[in-house]
């Protein structure tokens, strides 16, 4: 659609109006009725073959939780649509490959009792925003809801809504990780006319700044001198290119996010709270406590990722910024958090009787029987055995608070016709699996009681 470039103006005027409300606005209360559940799963890279019609018993297990959930989520990774029918080009960047299903999977999707779903990843764009559209697309027709993706950062910053029996459930979904090109975009007018908007995602801009002593800065800038081209940002920061070195009491690397994304993703959820019973806030973020341990990279396809990068049982930190926004984000209003990315399991946050999620793993996870994979830039990746891990909560809640948290373990098939796709366990892995989630989330102050092959969180 083509406007007039001063009918542009009006409504970019009166979105910053609408903005400004929503950022005093306090949130509503949760008016989530008591024992309505929420399935959650992370990362979906794959399956590439169609999920089974008549389910074998292990899927179905899966399958089941979602169904008889109140409302399911889960991250798309991958684009959907049918490449013989496909007009559009792979992208010069993209998220460490160009995954993709063919448009059965959408509603495969909404079969297997799944109809949220967050877009806002680093593999959104991998076949450009033509492969964003056509996915966004196939979802729609097949009734699977997703956020974080939209013609312009309005329309990807803005809430999904979902109608269940028991109310209508928002989704607010953004990422941290992310190619440069995937960012939704406004339009360009020429001519007096307007373009349309850039599809896209919506971006939470997260920057490395390395903190150093005062000693140590002062030594900087007289090695720098003529070198800081871009400028130092402040009398307390030196620049040298992208990096940015800051005096501070607590040395080392540290992640900031960029303020203007941050109040912008609050404020949709803020939104959300004022119309939904229940709000999921959602974010794709590879940063990690690991992360700042190891140092930062310029951006590469596959330097999003870090062999192993998520938290161990012995690391279970989040990257510095992930807490301060996650408990943001329920302060606003989000009756739950669901950070994606690692691909292997984080820990469990209870705050104010809301669950963070640190990272569920990956609910499929398909390179074809493969635990190496070859990027396209010759990057060799090793899967771990947490690659092919997995928990999905299932979250019931009473009085405004969480009730009780069941943690079902999942074992990834790896080749073979479930090649791809969760199933169970067996009783030594699920223990180890929840026994390894029981010491992560101990460390967020998390108590796991296990019974029967199942982890138990239970409300206070």
């Not at 903190?211 to 400028?231: C, E, K, N």
């Amino acid at each position: 659609m083509i406007r007039r470039a001063t009918g542009m103006v009006a409504a970019m005027l009166t979105g910053l109006i609408v903005a400004a409300n929503l950022a005093v606005a306090a949130p509503a209360a949760m008016t989530v009725p008591d024992g309505f559940t929420f399935a959650a799963a992370g990362d979906m890279i794959g399956p590439y073959h169609d999920l089974p019609k008549s389910e074998d018993p292990g899927f179905a297990q899966v399958a089941a939780l979602f169904r008889g959930a109140d409302v399911a989520y889960a991250n798309q990774e991958g684009s959907i649509f049918d490449i013989k029918d496909f007009r559009g080009y792979p992208a010069a960047e993209n998220g460490g490959g160009y995954p993709l299903q063919r448009s059965q999977f959408a509603r495969d999707l909404k079969t297997m009792g799944i109809s949220l779903v967050s877009k806002a990843n680093n593999h959104a764009t991998d076949w450009g925003s033509d492969g964003l559209a056509a996915t966004v697309g196939w979802l729609t027709a097949a009734g699977v809801t997703q956020a974080g993706a939209g013609e312009g950062l309005e329309a990807a910053r803005a809430p999904a809504y979902v109608q269940t029996v028991k109310g209508r459930v928002a989704l607010v979904s953004t990422a941290s990780t992310f190619p440069p090109m995937a960012v939704a975009g406004p339009p360009v007018a020429r001519f007096d006319i307007a373009s349309r908007a850039r599809m896209g995602i919506s971006p939470l801009h997260v920057r490395e700044v390395g903190v150093v002593t005062p000693q140590q800065l002062q030594t900087l800038r007289q090695i720098v001198g003529p070198l800081d081209f871009g400028g130092s940002p402040g009398a307390n920061e030196v620049r040298l290119g992208d990096q940015v070195f800051r005096a501070g009491a607590k040395t080392g690397p540290a992640w900031e996010m960029n303020m203007g994304d941050r109040d912008a993703v609050i404020a949709s959820v803020k939104a959300a709270r004022s119309k939904a019973k229940f709000v999921i806030f959602s974010i794709h973020a590879h940063q990690t406590a690991g992360h700042q341990d190891k140092g930062g990279a310029p951006y590469e396809p596959m330097m999003l990722h870090w062999a192993n990068e998520a938290a161990s049982s012995e690391d279970p930190r989040p990257a510095n910024f992930e807490p301060a926004l996650f408990h943001a984000a329920i302060d606003a209003g989000a009756d739950a958090v669901v950070r994606t990315g690692p691909h292997v399991l984080g820990g469990i946050e209870i705050y104010k009787g809301k669950p963070i999620f640190y990272s569920l793993g990956s609910l499929f996870f398909d390179f074809r029987g493969k635990r190496t994979y070859t990027t396209p830039t010759g990057q060799v990746m090793n899967f771990p055995d947490g690659y092919f891990q997995t928990v999905i909560p299932v979250t019931r809640y009473a009085h405004g608070r969480i009730d009780e948290i069941r943690l079902y373990p999942f074992a990834i098939q790896v080749g073979g016709p479930a090649g791809g796709m969760p199933g169970p366990a067996s009783p030594d892995e699920a223990r180890r699996i929840l026994e390894n989630l029981k010491s992560m989330s101990a460390a967020f102050g998390t108590k796991i009681s296990i019974q029967n092959g199942i982890g138990i969180i239970r409300g206070s």
